[in-house]
């Protein structure tokens, strides 16, 4: 947890006025017993004479402006301490997203989307919740601890020795409450992400649940992962449950004690009424330090998962500053000798995978399902780097380009059409934020979205979360808008066309075939019909090269392709 309060270092100046206020708030309350103890004396002990009342309003008007001043310095602290806290929290959500925007595929599935979300939300929100409780009782309780002790010691010795030797007794039985509290922290934090997983997963998946009828069967595994996050919720209160009435029954035994002693003692009225208020003070700053190991623990857990994806070490390295590119190799995208590997996979995805593409060429990849199709698309914006050869463009390796200037000579057109909850436009201008309407229109156009972006009401519409309101199809085609606009050097269709009925796909790819004469085209499609027309096409079998010409070469050649060409003519797929 001391990792991540470095974060609180713009707030330094705020937490130093704030210890300040704490010190003088903590002064002022424990001066305040020994002042009414001077009113106290003031009280006539015999019915016949008249009090002092000259001297009791003086007396007690002072102890009144030490209660308003506690009171003023309560709120104050209560204000510095939200904003410090929830300012802290505020700056470890922005870490943590621009940290998670920088994971790579393989970081992603390490944590899991749920787990991600879970850091960012509720577990900094814990941290939130203990950097306040600290602010507020770190430095006000040893005060009123050793203040407390040292003023009940000065009002009589033997007393205070009651209080000091219950210390020991506490401090052991906290210790004891930490122990057994933080693994339980840790089991519900965990407990948590299944949980969040679970609910994003029947959420997302609602319209499959209920088609095959597996309503009740989602719902025990929720109640399975919600009773197991209950369960250790429930274990943990149930500890703190026990520790406050076993810390107020120790004092309770405490001040009992006390009077007995002030009673049977030297001490006056007055004075064992002032050690009782002092002993409730020491009881309050024990009780202070309760609830600070109470969530402490349950922070230091949150903070541990925070500091996992904080200092991950990225496994895309980077370099700070692109290298040139030299004229003679410009507009050209070549894959020399690429294996790509998982990291958790038997064998590579991709082995040995060569090819060249030049500027206004279309290059098509085919082959069966997991034959590593995608995965040659993945690597070139560096979702995934290589285990070995090389992917260079313009002549140079995508590794000696920064990410950002990688990405931007890329347009990706993912399998799964990715819809914001903004309007047409937004979604559209989403790869270039100086896009103009004409731009958009254009791009719609080509695209064959314009025409039923009118008829939903124009490009100012909202559409639902994850496109809702739209189709497949639609959807498609908004995404593929969104890459055109971009007028990128290397558009990626990755099955881009799967969700359009023939006659689009067919009016798309000709509207498309001059829009992308000026760039590097490369399209992974299942249909042979789509990318017949390609300048080369690459045919891949479990990872490996098994064809590679234009569509009337392999039909010759190639015995892959000519099987997946029948599958889909000879059966009236196309």
């Known amino acids: ?49 008249a009090p002092p009342i000259k001297d009791m309003i003086i007396k007690g008007g002072i102890a009144l402006l030490a209660v308003l001043g506690v009171v003023i310095a309560e709120i104050l602290i209560s204000y510095l301490s939200s904003k410090i806290a929830f300012s802290f929290g505020r700056d470890l959500r922005k870490k943590m997203f621009e940290k998670v925007q920088n994971l790579s595929e393989v970081d992603f599935e390490k944590f899991g989307v749920s787990s991600l979300i879970t850091r960012t939300l509720n577990d900094v929100k814990q941290l939130e919740q203990v950097t306040m409780m600290i602010i507020r009782m770190m430095f006000s309780a040893p005060i009123m601890l050793i203040g407390g002790s040292i003023m009940a ?131 309050m700053s024990f009780l202070m330090l309760v609830m600070m190991f109470i969530f402490i623990p349950r922070g230091s857990a949150s903070a541990n998962r925070i500091n996992e994806v904080l200092e991950i070490s990225l496994k895309l390295k980077e370099v700070e500053k692109s290298k040139k590119t030299k004229k003679e190799n410009v507009g050209i995208l070549e894959f020399k000798n690429v294996t790509f590997q998982f990291e958790d996979a038997e064998e590579p995805t991709l082995n040995n995978i060569s090819f060249k593409v030049k500027l206004g060429e279309t290059f098509a990849i085919v082959g069966g399902t997991g034959s590593g199709k995608s995965t040659i698309l993945n690597l070139l914006p560096r979702f995934y780097d290589v285990n070995s050869g090389s992917i260079l463009i313009d002549g140079v390796n995508i590794k000696e380009y920064t990410l950002k200037d990688l990405r931007n000579k890329i347009a990706v ?47 100012n519409v909202v559409l639902e979360k994850n496109g809702a309101n739209l189709s497949g199809g639609q959807k498609q085609r908004i995404s593929i808008a969104r890459a055109l606009v971009k007028k990128p050097e290397i558009y990626l269709f990755d099955d881009s066309f799967s969700a359009l009925d023939l006659k689009t796909d067919s009016n798309l790819r000709k509207a498309l ?47 892959t392709y000519i099987e997946i060409y029948n599958s889909q003519t000879k059966k009236g797929v196309n």
């Open 1 to 49: 947890m001391l990792k991540l309060w470095k974060n609180l270092k713009p707030y330094t100046w705020l937490i130093i006025i704030s210890i300040i206020i704490i010190a003088v708030k903590s002064i002022a309350d424990l001066l305040i017993p020994d002042l009414l103890k001077e009113v106290v004396k003031l009280i006539p002990t015999m019915p016949n004479i």
């Open 153 to 283: 010691f000065r009002l009589d010795v033997s007393t205070t020795f009651v209080i000091i030797g219950t210390l020991p007794i506490l401090v052991l039985f906290i210790a004891f409450i930490g122990v057994k509290i933080i693994p339980l922290f840790k089991k519900m934090q965990l407990g948590l992400d299944a949980l969040t997983l679970t609910t994003k997963e029947n959420i997302t998946g609602v319209r499959v649940i209920r088609a095959f009828n597996n309503e009740s069967i989602e719902q025990q595994k929720f109640d399975a992962k919600n009773k197991a996050v209950t369960k250790f919720g429930e274990k943990a209160n149930h500890y703190m449950a026990f520790t406050f009435p076993t810390v107020s029954f120790i004092f309770s035994i405490v001040t009992l004690l006390i009077i007995w002693f002030g009673a049977t003692g030297a001490a006056d009225f007055a004075n064992i009424n002032a050690i009782v208020q002092y002993s409730m003070r020491i009881m």
């Open 413 to 459: 057109v993912p399998q799964r059409a990715t819809i914001f909850n903004r309007t047409i436009f937004e979604n559209i201008a989403y790869s270039n934020e100086n896009a103009t309407e004409e731009e958009v229109i254009e791009a719609s156009k080509i695209a064959q979205a314009y025409d039923f972006i009118q008829e939903k009401g124009g490009l």
């Open 513 to 559: 075939k001059p829009y992308l004469k000026n760039a590097i085209t490369l399209i992974v499609a299942q249909r042979i019909s789509t990318i017949q027309n390609a300048d080369k096409i690459l045919v891949l079998e479990d990872g490996n090269m098994v064809g590679l010409g234009t569509h009337k070469t392999l039909l010759e050649t190639c015995p």
